[in-house]
């Protein structure tokens, strides 16, 4: 694939993926990152809070209601899984992580059904310092609750 193929993916929208928000799952990554903050643990103090009750860490949207076949954990959606695989098609074969910005607007609960729908909104090929292209792409995610309500939006951009 040419470097034109690849920005070809500019503006290809994934399928919307639909996840569930469970108190002991949001609790688990709580667990799982040393975070204690009783906002997720102890539901009399967030009861008495501005959030009224339990609310979910940072970053922490549930777990898929339905997994897609050949989805890889790291990317539960169909967008993620055919950026990876174009991106090795043409010549890009690893993957690392370059950060997340996340925007929030509301207070995930547990409970809530949220809808995480992306788009690939960046695609660049650059000239490594030691010889060698690298692909920088950006996909730009909008997480909606069961009421329709923006929760957060968030930028993911990856090295290829």
Same mark, same amino acid.
């Given at each position: 694939?040419?470097?034109?193929?690849?920005?070809?993916?500019?503006?290809?929208?994934?399928?919307?993926?639909?996840?569930?928000?469970?108190?002991?799952?949001?609790?688990?990554?709580?667990?799982? #990152?040393?975070?204690? =903050?009783? @906002?997720?643990?102890?539901? %009399?103090?967030?009861?008495?809070?501005?959030?009224? $009750?339990?609310?979910?860490?940072?970053?922490?949207?549930?777990?898929?209601?339905?997994?897609?076949?050949?989805?890889?954990?790291?990317?539960?959606?169909?967008?993620?899984?055919?950026?990876?695989?174009?991106?090795?098609?043409?010549?890009?074969?690893?993957?690392?992580?370059?950060?997340?910005?996340?925007?929030?607007?509301?207070? #995930?609960?547990?409970? =809530?059904? @949220?809808?995480?729908?992306? %788009?690939?909104?960046?695609?660049?090929?650059?000239? $490594?310092?030691?010889?060698?292209?690298?692909?920088?792409?950006?996909?730009?995610?909008?997480?909606?609750?069961?009421?329709?309500?923006?929760?957060?939006?968030?930028?993911?951009?990856?090295?290829?």
């Amino acid at each position: 694939m040419t470097s034109e193929g690849l920005k070809g993916l500019i503006g290809k929208k994934g399928k919307p993926a639909v996840h569930k928000v469970e108190l002991s799952g949001l609790r688990k990554i709580a667990d799982a #990152v040393g975070n204690r =903050d009783p @906002l997720y643990w102890d539901d %009399e103090y967030a009861a008495n809070t501005r959030y009224g $009750g339990v609310i979910a860490p940072p970053d922490h949207f549930g777990w898929p209601v339905k997994w897609g076949p050949n989805l890889p954990f790291m990317s539960s959606s169909d967008l993620g899984a055919e950026l990876f695989m174009t991106a090795a098609q043409a010549g890009y074969v690893r993957a690392i992580n370059a950060g997340m910005e996340s925007e929030y607007f509301l207070p #995930v609960r547990p409970g =809530d059904t @949220l809808v995480i729908s992306g %788009e690939i909104v960046g695609m660049e090929e650059k000239e $490594g310092k030691k010889g060698g292209k690298m692909l920088f792409s950006t996909i730009e995610q909008t997480v909606v609750n069961q009421n329709g309500d923006i929760v957060a939006k968030q930028r993911i951009m990856t090295i290829h």
